[in-house]
């Protein structure tokens, strides 16, 4: 979530806005340090620190907070059992920030940040007991966590999603639905198609459209790490896209949209071309995930989306902790 884009946002048509972070977990808990929500004075919000009976009592508590206007940020303990009757057993310390117009310059700055990824905050309790923020690019700062937050003394806060970088090669039926199941989803997607008029004219706000009449090329310019996703109208086009990406033998994935027939077929002309048992190994054709059966293109966009979250979880690419330690 753009957590500065949402508050401005919120400021400006409501005239206020709340910050909630989860600064600190002990045992077990709905969510990790980091988790945030963005609260509007007209009880909508953004976001989520966990569900249930811990962020009914936090989205409470914030709504008087707002009504009260600008105040010192609060700090408290929720104690999941004893407190909630929550089952999680854990605790849960939450820090609720008020920002108004005075503050939107800071949060303008913040935003402007964001859009441009992962960044870190070295921030301080003052005196007044608001939240005083610098943007650093310190190395230290930029991969340490943070304690509790007290008076006078700086901790860390990171910001900004950890988006990894997909390459979805077609705009037919599935591409269509791949594109709406990544939009919520920790991915930056590059989607390319050699037929311009197939692309809706309103895009997910992580995803770039790319007209291409060679899209295969865009393989070289992709980051190391990358997913690539090959569900194009033509076979032929299919093919020249896993084959480049597949000699490159850095993406984290490459899938292929088809069946095991259209995987052999695949193989024999790989082969043809020089490309080694190991690399066509690692093709995924079919692409999803195995368990997930239909044809649907909805239902291969859920399986597909929820491959590319197993690929990213298992070679470490999780969203960063971004706010306090866990104990």
């Not at 957590?3 to 048509?13: C, K, P």
């Not at 910001?159 to 599935?174: C, I």
């Not at 990406?245 to 027939?261: C, K, Q």
Request: glycine share 10%; aromatic share 4%.
């Amino acid at each position: 979530m753009a957590v500065w884009a949402r508050i401005a946002e919120t400021i400006a048509r409501h005239g206020s806005a709340a910050l909630v972070s989860v600064v600190r977990v002990a045992g077990s808990a709905p969510r990790e340090a980091g988790a945030r929500l963005v609260a509007r004075p007209d009880g909508g919000f953004f976001g989520t620190i966990g569900g249930g009976r811990l962020e009914y009592e936090v989205l409470a508590e914030t709504a008087a907070a707002l009504a009260a206007g600008r105040a010192p940020a609060s700090l408290r303990t929720w104690t999941l059992g004893p407190d909630l009757a929550q089952c999680c057993g854990g605790a849960v310390t939450t820090l609720t920030e008020i920002f108004d117009a005075a503050d939107l310059e800071t949060v303008t700055m913040l935003a402007t940040a964001e859009r441009g990824g992962p960044f870190a905050v070295l921030a301080c309790l003052g005196e007044d007991g608001r939240v005083r923020r610098e943007i650093t690019s310190d190395p230290a700062v930029l991969g340490a966590p943070s304690a509790r937050p007290a008076p006078g003394q700086p901790f860390v806060e990171h910001h900004g999603d950890d988006l990894a970088p997909v390459l979805l090669f077609g705009a037919g039926h599935v591409g269509r639905a791949l594109v709406l199941a990544l939009a919520p989803l920790p991915f930056s997607v590059r989607w390319i198609d050699s037929r311009a008029d197939q692309f809706p004219p309103h895009v997910p706000a992580n995803v770039v459209a790319v007209h291409s009449d060679t899209p295969d090329q865009e393989i070289d310019a992709a980051p190391s790490g990358a997913l690539a996703l090959v569900m194009t109208h033509a076979h032929a086009i299919d093919y020249a896209i896993a084959t480049r990406a597949l000699a490159r033998e850095n993406f984290d994935l490459v899938g292929m949209i088809g069946s095991a027939t259209k995987r052999a077929r695949f193989a024999s002309q790989a082969r043809q071309l020089g490309v080694s048992e190991k690399a066509i190994a690692r093709l995924v054709c079919p692409i999803g995930l195995p368990d997930i059966g239909g044809k649907t293109p909805a239902v291969i966009a859920a399986s597909v989306a929820a491959q590319c979250l197993v690929a990213r979880e298992r070679l470490g690419a999780v969203p960063r902790r971004m706010v306090g330690a866990t104990a």
